[in-house]
């Protein structure tokens, strides 16, 4: 791949849907480049096409024309293998509702896509500990989901992306359901790890407050960019909180 390409790439996408006897229009010829190491918040009113845009990027959909291009690589021209593959080994993905497996300890849910990966027991073991290690939770490695807050499980779900060792963390609202100091630890966490790893995040949020953890911030609405704004983060961010 050649090193200049951005991270991400979206060329001139659409995305139509059907419901019903309607056809919905998610996403409007819109074009984006996410240069490697960025920070970029989207935003938007619920419908504006912004998870549409995330799902694009990851692979989980496809458009109805254009291209997304990850590192290079058109995702069009890769097979459904390759592409699951390319969300498991390079983009680490982060949902509101954390999507974790109740019946498995944090630790476990960690090591999940590790060992789908095809990584070693002993390997996946010492990523996921590290991983959880990150984000503060190595000492309830072996709670089960019900037994953390929320806050705690975003961090797990937070500590599952990273510990495929990601170029590209994408997040979708993934403060929706916390309370606001839980949700400013969990951003803080995404912008240190953007710092100092240099990884790529793509972070959507109907938050002006989660969106001005960004580098770049960009708006939609009805499926296209109607502003785009460069923003100075907070230059230190807060740290996690002790875990009791």
Do not use: W
């Amino acid at each position: 791949m050649p090193e200049e390409s951005p991270a991400v790439r979206v060329e001139r996408v659409t995305k139509h849907y059907q419901r019903g006897q309607r056809q919905v229009l998610a996403l409007d010829d819109l074009s984006l480049t996410v240069p490697r190491g960025e920070f970029l918040s989207i935003m938007g009113p619920s419908g504006s096409g912004k998870s549409t845009l995330l799902n694009l990027v990851a692979g989980l959909d496809t458009p109805t024309s254009g291209e997304i291009v990850i590192e290079g690589v058109p995702i069009a021209h890769m097979d459904d293998d390759a592409v699951t593959a390319l969300r498991r080994t390079r983009l680490g993905l982060v949902f509101q509702f954390f999507n974790l497996l109740p019946s498995i300890s944090a630790l476990h849910n960690v090591i999940l896509p590790l060992s789908a990966a095809g990584i070693s027991r002993r390997e996946a073991n010492a990523r996921a500990l590290a991983a959880l290690d990150l984000v503060g939770l190595r000492d309830r490695a072996g709670h089960l989901p019900e037994e953390l807050s929320g806050g705690e499980l975003q961090r797990v779900a937070i500590a599952r992306a990273l510990a495929i060792d990601p170029v590209i963390i994408m997040a979708d609202e993934p403060t929706g359901n916390l309370d606001s100091l839980a949700g400013a630890e969990i951003l803080a966490l995404l912008r240190q790890y953007n710092r100092d790893r240099c990884v790529t995040i793509i972070l959507v949020t109907h938050s002006h407050i989660a969106a001005a953890y960004g580098n770049r911030i960009v708006t939609l609405r009805d499926g296209a960019i109607v502003d785009e704004v460069v923003t100075r983060p907070p230059k230190e961010p807060p740290r996690l909180r002790p875990v009791s």
